[in-house]
């Protein structure tokens, strides 16, 4: 009787472990120490087949550092999507997961609807960045404030044009421009477009940049970027 006990209870405790190992958290917590790790190759055993494709061009690149921890989980039952919110040394991320074959995967929304735009769309954001381009993709120096830098950021981050982001931001290599290609990517980034400011903040050669927050979770609350002046130009440090 007492072996019969036991066999029942190991075999809950694995089907209760199997349970647990599928799930938002599970996965994320093995997909970010992956990525923190830079071991793209076990990324990728935890995305769909796009976001995999994806993440194998970045097989031997050194992109991410630091630690994580997962601070939040947000899951919709009706869809088998869920959001897992994480902290790192320096910012605040999130990473986006959906079931595929009942397992649970992270994927880059944007990449589920295609890289291509709506034609609609790709007009008019050619029509906003045309002024950039006329510039020759230079830094827009003719109102130098950490408002404006703010906006023209978030304008080219989010239709994706990295080279003019890049000149509002504060790149300290190459691993920051791979990064912000990255997130570019994500369907998040889609959200900077209409950025509502709604203060900016100078101390010295340092600056804040106070918007509302475009994403769900805390829609509408006062977040902000932080600029420092480098060569006479405000930039973005950090993206949150």
């Known amino acids: 009787m007492k072996k019969l006990i036991l066999f029942f209870f190991l075999l809950g405790s694995l089907l209760l472990s199997s349970c647990t190992e599928n799930s938002p958290k599970a996965v994320a917590e093995k997909f970010l120490t992956a990525y923190f790790a830079n071991d793209f190759e076990e990324v990728q055993k935890y995305c769909d087949e796009p ?20 601070i939040r989980i947000e899951e919709d039952n009706s869809t088998d999507r869920a959001v897992v919110f994480y902290d790192t040394d320096y910012s605040t991320g999130w990473i986006h ?23 609609d769309e790709d007009m008019e954001e050619d029509e906003d960045m045309e002024e950039d381009e006329d510039n020759g993709n ?11 830098a703010a906006k023209k950021f978030a304008k080219a981050f989010s239709s994706g044009d990295i080279t003019i982001a890049k000149k509002y931001f504060l790149i300290k290599d190459e691993g920051d421009v791979e990064v912000l290609q990255f997130l570019a990517k994500t369907d998040d980034a889609k959200l ?13 050669d340092t600056a804040k940049v106070y918007y509302k927050s475009p994403f769900s979770y805390n829609k509408g609350e006062e ?12 930039v973005l440090k950090q993206l949150l």
Do not use: H
């Open 51 to 70: 976001t995999a494709k994806f993440f194998s061009e970045l097989v031997g690149e050194k992109l991410a550092q630091g630690s994580f921890t997962i």
């Open 97 to 119: 997961l959906k079931k595929v074959n009942d397992e649970w995967k992270v994927f880059i929304a944007s990449m589920e609807e295609g890289e291509d735009m709506k034609e």
């Open 138 to 148: 230079a830094y827009d120096s003719t109102e130098n404030s950490p408002e404006m």
């Open 192 to 204: 900077f477009k209409n950025l509502q400011v709604i203060r900016a903040e100078e101390y010295g």
């Open 223 to 234: 977040v902000y970027f932080s600029l420092v002046k480098k060569d006479g130009k405000w």
